[in-house]
């Protein structure tokens, strides 16, 4: 079975400042589908970026970028020029490229803080 | 962009009695709907996924004589927590794949719907 492991609970950056969330998963396929998703306090559940499996280029979107390290297993967030409405849990997700077992698989979550 | 309604988007109810989750996509056909809890300041746990016309696949651990799951429609999942107890009490939120897509596009989440069991 596949599992996805934060293992920073809490993480503070400072307004304007770049933070890093880690994530590391576990599996024995080849191809599959790397996630974070942001839930802010309302619980709605935000895709902030994706990144497949088959790619060697690291995912961006505007201010947040991945690291992807398939060998290594581990898929980082980086937030660059942090703002307040950043401030949310986030939870790094795996999902694989087949249609049977297609569902998402969480980690334990990062509860992020962004200080002004 | 695709969107799932989910309702309601907060319940209380007894505890012994049932209380019924529905999510429909509303502009969109969902073959498949992924049904997950959350316990607070946990994450999100799959609970069981549902296909329409047939019988939800639960996960290791999840009661499904306790979660009823029904995906009669293309447009409707439903989730009744029979017999509801305390420590039901918990965030249930469903997950959406719609028809002709291919396994890998992307999932629509519905905003949650918040149980306190009392």
């Known amino acids: 079975a596949q599992t996805v492991t934060q293992s920073q609970p809490e993480m503070s950056v400072q307004e304007a400042e770049t933070v890093t969330l880690s994530c590391t998963y576990d599996?024995?396929?080849?191809?599959?589908?790397l996630f974070w998703y942001k839930q802010p306090p309302s619980r709605q559940m935000i895709l902030v970026i994706r990144q497949e499996a088959y790619k060697q280029q690291n995912a961006t979107e505007n201010r947040f970028s991945v690291n992807f390290q398939k060998a290594a297993k581990s898929f980082s967030l980086k937030i660059s020029d942090s703002q307040l409405g950043d401030a949310a849990m986030y939870f790094c997700?795996?999902?694989?490229?087949?249609?049977?077992?297609?569902?998402?698989?969480f980690g334990g979550g990062t509860r992020l803080m962004v200080k002004p | 962009g695709a969107v799932v309604s989910q309702h309601p988007s907060w319940v209380i109810c007894k505890s012994g009695t049932s209380v019924k989750i529905e999510c429909r996509s509303l502009d969109f056909q969902a073959t498949t709907m992924f049904w997950y809890r959350q316990f607070p300041k946990q994450s999100l746990m799959l609970m069981a996924t549902?296909?329409?016309?047939?019988?939800?696949?639960?996960e290791q651990g999840v009661e499904k004589d306790k979660f009823l799951i029904n995906h009669a429609s293309l447009t409707l999942s439903t989730l009744t927590v029979t017999s509801a107890h305390p420590e039901d009490s918990s965030f249930y939120i469903c997950?959406?794949?719609?028809?002709?897509?291919?396994?890998?596009?992307?999932?629509?989440f519905g905003n949650g719907t918040r149980l306190t069991v009392t």
């Open positions: 997700a795996y999902r694989k490229s087949s249609a049977a077992g297609n569902m998402l698989t």
């Open positions: 599996t024995s396929e080849s191809d599959y589908y």
């Open positions: 997950s959406a794949r719609g028809a002709g897509q291919g396994f890998n596009s992307p999932l629509h």
């Open positions: 549902s296909n329409e016309g047939s019988k939800a696949t639960y």
